[in-house]
């Protein structure tokens, strides 16, 4: 079974800063996507980033931009310039694809974000 | 406009009781997802439905049901066997395919009183 790894509960920058979320997941899958979710106060989760293992490239969204090495099976986050409204708990998460079974997300236990002014 | 709507937000219900919350999307999605959330903790898959009156168990099913009679409605039913049920859930709708992303509904708040 998958397993998706966050081991950092907590974390605090300052405005403006950049911060990396880091991520670790288990799997003998050679093709699979992750994902970072955001979570905000509001608690819906809003989708970030996404990346598909067959690709090379690392995704980026605007500010958002991911490290994906595959074969230490790492999936780190970075926010550059951080905002106030970036403050929200942040999970990594992971789908193996559809033709070995059911489109599911398994998901770790979370980064807590907070953005100070 | 498109999404996922769930009701109710907030709901609260006597130990012994059953309690039905609500999914529907106007995404045209096939597939329907709901999980369950724990206070500090990531989400836990609870059903899947892949299409219309077909759905699979998740991880953790036991003491839910669910029925998928439409394309876009997914209702899970909380049942008394469910020995903790309080929690935050929520729902959630892709295409079906390969990698599709999953988005995810408002979510609703179960209290058991």
């Known amino acids: 079974a998958q397993t998706v790894t966050q081991s950092q509960p907590e974390m605090s920058v300052q405005e403006a800063e950049t911060v990396t979320l880091s991520c670790t997941y288990d799997t003998s899958e050679n093709n699979y996507y992750l994902f970072w979710y955001k979570q905000p106060p509001s608690r819906q989760m809003i989708l970030v980033i996404r990346?598909?293992?067959?690709?090379?490239q690392n995704a980026t969204e605007n500010r958002f931009s991911v490290n994906f090495q595959k074969a230490a099976k790492s999936f780190s986050l970075k926010i550059s310039d951080s905002q106030l409204g970036d403050t929200a708990m942040y999970f990594c998460a992971f789908m193996k694809p559809y033709f070995q079974g059911a489109q599911k997300l398994v998901f770790g236990q979370g980064t807590r974000l907070t953005i100070n002014p | 406009d498109g999404g996922i709507t769930q009701s109710p937000k907030y709901l609260f219900r006597k130990e012994g009781q059953n309690v039905t919350l609500s999914c529907e999307q106007n995404l045209n999605h096939d597939a329907m997802y709901w999980y369950r959330q724990d206070p500090g903790q990531g989400l836990r898959l609870i059903y899947y439905s892949q299409i219309v009156n077909d759905f699979q168990k998740g991880d953790i099913a036991e003491g839910y049901s669910v029925s998928r009679e439409k394309k876009e409605s997914f209702p899970l039913t909380v049942t008394s066997a469910q020995k903790n049920p309080t929690a935050f859930y929520l729902c959630?709708?892709?295409?079906?395919?390969?990698?599709?992303?999953?988005?995810f509904g408002e979510g609703s708040w179960l209290t058991v009183v």
């Open positions: 990346q598909e293992a067959y690709k090379q």
């Open positions: 959630a709708s892709s295409v079906q395919g390969t990698g599709n992303t999953i988005y």
